[in-house]
T-cell receptor, first 112, second 116 residues
């Protein structure tokens, strides 16, 4: 999978929106952008994915740059339960291989 | 409950013991994965199985031995481990290689291993 770059940590106030950036300048045309998050003492959980268009679900929104070289995960109203490590990864659409590599992710701190 | 169940949740073993970690999924997925997560480190991919066949071995020492008897079950057999092998071992599943679509990973809660 192509490499992604994320800030090591971010802080946000409770009940405010959070924008988590991810750079993936070497993305290929067949790569999906996936976001996962890992709450303390749990395994990672799927948050959202997208290909070209912006996406919304009950957990978050995903904004994808027009050139697809970056994306932003948006939590519209952060709660204390959103404190977690957020991972951005790329997954090939045809899945020619399964070597799914996670980076260090962004540790999100929510301030009450 | 995510649909991927890992047992045991916690395991303490000596360096000379032999133990196994078990992972089970009933999501109809065909690919299963073992990841290792040491303290304050990223997830490290260990093994991948597609349709019961091992398709990735990420240079894992032979003291870790995976087994995938069917698409729903995955084991990690452990023997003569070292204290530095203490970590959270995570199992995941997905639809698998060659299946077009988003192919989302579903993770278990992990097995916390302590090697004394």
């Amino acid at each position: 999978d192509a490499k992604t770059t994320q800030p090591n940590s971010m802080e946000s106030n409770e009940e405010e929106p959070v924008h988590l950036p991810c750079n993936h300048s070497t993305i290929s045309g067949t790569d999906y952008i996936h976001w996962y998050r890992q709450l303390p003492s749990q395994g990672p959980e799927y948050v959202i994915h997208g290909l070209t268009s912006n996406v919304n679900n009950r957990m978050a929104s995903l904004a994808i740059a027009e050139d697809r070289k970056s994306s932003t995960l948006i939590l519209h109203r952060a709660t204390l339960r959103d404190a977690a490590v957020y991972y951005c990864i790329l997954r090939d659409m045809g899945f020619r291989d399964d070597k799914i590599i996670f980076g260090k992710g962004t540790r999100l701190h929510i301030l009450p | 409950e995510t649909g991927v169940t890992q047992t045991p949740r916690h395991l303490v073993m000596g360096m000379t013991n032999k133990k196994s970690l078990k992972c089970e999924q009933h999501l109809g997925h065909n690919a299963m994965y073992w990841y290792k997560q040491s303290a304050k480190k990223p997830l490290e991919l260990m093994f991948v199985y597609n349709f019961k066949e091992q398709t990735e071995n990420n240079s894992v020492p032979s003291r870790f031995s995976p087994e995938c008897p069917n698409s729903s079950h995955l084991f990690l057999h452990l023997h003569t481990l070292q204290p530095e092998d203490s970590a959270l071992y995570l199992c995941a599943s997905s639809r698998g290689k060659g299946r077009p679509g988003a192919n989302v990973l579903t993770f278990g809660a992990g097995s916390r291993l302590t090697v004394l």
